[in-house]
């Protein structure tokens, strides 16, 4: 098991070592003083902190298998990152310093892109934002995204199997992906560089990497599916009485919307008065109040008359009580400024002191029963905090995060994280959900996994890891 | 390894055993005369052939349990068994009889359908009709359709991802389960019937059972996903002069067609004569012929108006030379006619004397150039023979069948099956391609499987399958 594996202490990632392992990419590439690493030891909200005696920086596939090889042989475990915009600390190493960082940053090339095939070629070290502008110079969408795409990498979003907001029409990651290239601990290469719609070829290893946050190999290219670029999007701002209502809504939006919903927004009332309150030029987009909004993307390959036919679902769902109210976006600049109230509201939550944060799913049809009972018991469990839940109501991935009470204390607020995590994810639990919806397992939530895993599969995923790990190098104490 | 565990052989295999096996289930679900067992030793094509002590058939997941716990510790093969319409044997025991099948026929519950969340929890012996039936009482829709829908059941479907025409909008099966509930050797049970559309809690392992054609473990139930019904469908039957003509008839229909491409099937003018000779009240659609033709199905949530961008669309491509002549069925009667054309296809050639087939893919893109190669390859290999490439251009998966010369000897043009399966199978590789898209492994081509797979992905499946089936109890022989 990985987590009996001897690896060497600090004091033993001797300098002949180092020097092996620099020697494989060059001394320019190999980063051994704290000033350098820095960037890579650290995440943006400064949460995780690690030590590392190096930080090599591959330039091809071979010199990270050569690092895999040397790696398995001498038990140095290995700390795979991409753009280092994860939020449970999966690409950070641990504090004890003899974790080697191997960032895939210099694995950058955009290989090949098909657009009659609708594939896209792509190394890991890409990031989201040039594959999906590779995709749209080809003619061709690639519908990934996230408020971090202009750092995050297609290796980092397969490592996690990234979400995000289009995942209602298009399918996480693990949905855009053909083909893989991945090197193994020990170093040998899976050539798995499939163009593939269909193969039946034996059993499915592409998908048991993706998501596996480096803990079973390396990712350093994959094969992206492209799709066609909608012809048409209707973006329209909705307020609602409940997530109830917003649920018929979605059912209506679906039949009547005049396209595929690409995105099915919840936002709760406090959150669009946080963002008008710290949001640099927010305005509301409705005349009067309501305790909830959606925002709803409707996309069409036709290039006319989506606009039509939202407005007369959305007069449908009015009718029917499922709206209280609506505007449809009259063009791109009031579309993004919808979007904005919807991607400034965890931000602006920093304005209004500590928040604890939960990532967490559940069937979809729950989420109204799961939401009455979550805010309830976070409400009770902490007189006057303030629940602010949010997110991807389509696919049942609700962001349930709680700011603290007005004029409390931070400290105090936030030394309750873990007791309010457990709450929640008690009532998450009850609901057959899970407790990390699109964000992974990491550092944040291994010591949670067994609580909320069945044993069985826990079991299996152990012995997985074994198998293709033996010797536990890559990225111990994550997820397992 | 499975290949070298020790079993029973026949002699070895007790009354004792045996009758512990038979009290598992009831002796009234024990089958162990000839007669009885007769339906499930071999296929409808009469092709594969097993020998068996006894036929299980289990009534309840705790009784799959039981099996596999009695089986890891006797170490007995088990063979799991759904609608027994595979193509490729799996589903059959070898000839040295002492492997017991275990049909999963009475687990057939549909448990619970959920319209508003979109799933559906079937168990594994619900035929697929079944489960479309569940769907569309439901108003909603499960879109995996196959020939056999009849008999075929949802866990063979889920064993061997089963695709079919739909695939080109909806994926293979394992792009339609959101959860399983799994027995594994030794008998502990997986329950991971979850109804999550996103849940990053670890590794992929309902990918990993999907398409392992019971060699992991059973899969005992499914979540399934569920869509909208589409509210209109148009079909057409397109005349091309060429694959490559019709895969930028594609584009063209992906684009305007006035919805989702739902099934873009290629058909040689040879196949079409072959129905029109063979099948009972088949017709030619268009006046003239042509080499080739497109079977074009596009589905829309909207009620009207289908019909119109179709025919602007083949107006269009015909502008453009993509197209030479089309015609829209004006009725589901006439739709069901353009279907039957292809349906009868397979087995119009059994008129038609001896057939070698192949169901293979390659990158969409390719489909033209590996034709050309493909069929000039096996002309010159077999003088007279005549290919017959049909199937799902859209994903890059054709049934690359051929008939024997006219008037030639039948026997003699099959036993250069495998030579003609190696000729067709070598230019597979060349295009990078798959000699299994949609039908498995099985007992067909486990010979075939290291000559065409990457060792380093071998060695991973062999390695998964030591680890999560140790003693190599489930479905020995087949794909590994």
């Known amino acids: 098991m990985p987590s009996s594996t001897p690896s060497p202490t600090p004091s033993e990632f001797s300098a002949d070592l180092s020097a092996r392992f620099a020697a494989l990419v060059g001394e320019r590439y190999a980063i051994a003083d704290a ?49 280092n915009t994860g939020l449970v600390g999966g690409q950070i190493p641990h504090a004890t310093g ?19 095939g609708n594939t896209l ?51 996480n990651t693990r949905d855009l992906v053909l083909g893989l290239e991945v090197v193994l601990p020990g170093g040998r290469i ?10 039946n070829t034996g059993y499915d290893l592409r998908n048991l990497f993706i998501g596996s946050e480096g803990t079973l190999g390396i990712v350093t ?33 679906r039949e009547n919307g005049g ?31 309501y305790p909830w909004y959606i925002l709803l993307e409707v996309s069409s390959s ?14 449908q769902a009015y009718e029917k009580g499922y709206a209280r109210d609506a505007v449809i976006a009259a063009s791109l600049d009031q579309a993004a400024d919808f979007w904005r109230l919807r991607e400034l509201l965890s931000e602006s939550q920093r304005f209004e002191g500590g928040s604890i944060k939960h990532d967490v799913s559940v069937p979809v049809r729950l989420v109204p029963a799961f939401l009455d009972k979550a805010i309830a018991a976070v409400e009770a469990f902490i007189p006057g905090s303030r629940p602010l839940p949010f997110g991807h109501l389509g696919d049942g991935n609700i962001h349930f995060n709680v700011s603290q009470p007005v004029g409390g204390d931070k400290k105090a607020f936030l030394d309750q994280w873990e007791q309010t995590n457990a709450l929640v994810h008690g009532i998450v639990a009850e609901f057959h959900g899970s407790i990390s919806a699109e964000h ?38 994550k997820v397992l």
Request: include cysteine.
């Open 440 to 477: 992974g397992i990491g550092q944040a939530k291994r010591a949670l996994l067994p609580g909320v895993k069945d044993p069985v599969e826990l079991a299996m995923m152990r012995s997985i890891k074994a198998t293709l790990d033996p010797n536990g190098i890559m990225n111990p104490g």
């Open 190 to 199: 899976w050539h798995g560089m499939r163009h593939l719609r269909k193969d």
């Open 302 to 315: 036709a290039e006319l008359g989506v606009g039509e036919a939202l407005e007369a679902m959305l007069m």
């Open 221 to 253: 290219a994959a094969v992206l599916k492209l799709f066609p670029k909608p012809r048409s999007v209707g973006t329209a701002f909705i307020g609602v009485d409940s997530p109830a209502a917003a649920l018929s809504l979605l059912q209506v939006a």
């Open 259 to 289: 396209g595929t919903v690409t995105a099915f927004e919840l936002l709760p009332r406090r959150g669009v008065d946080f963002v008008l309150a710290h949001g640099a030029d927010a305005r509301d987009p409705l005349a009067e109040k």
């Open 98 to 116: 003899h974790e080697i960082v191997v960032s895939l940053k210099r694995l950058d090339k955009v290989r090949a892109v098909d657009p009659e």
């Open 121 to 171: 070629d792509v190394e890991a070290g890409v990031t989201l934002q040039r594959a999906q502008e590779a995709a749209e110079a080809a003619g061709r969408f690639f519908p990934l995204t996230l408020p971090s795409e202009g750092s995050c990498t297609v290796g980092g979003n397969i490592a996690t199997n990234a979400g995000g907001t289009g995942v209602i029409a298009y399918g």
């Open 35 to 83: 000033g350098g690493q820095g960037p890579y030891l650290r995440e943006w909200r400064d949460r995780y902190h690690g030590k590392t005696p190096l930080v090599l920086l591959p330039g091809s596939v071979e010199e990270v298998a050569a690092i895999l090889r040397l790696a398995d042989e001498t038990r140095t475990p290995i700390v795979p990152q991409g753009g």
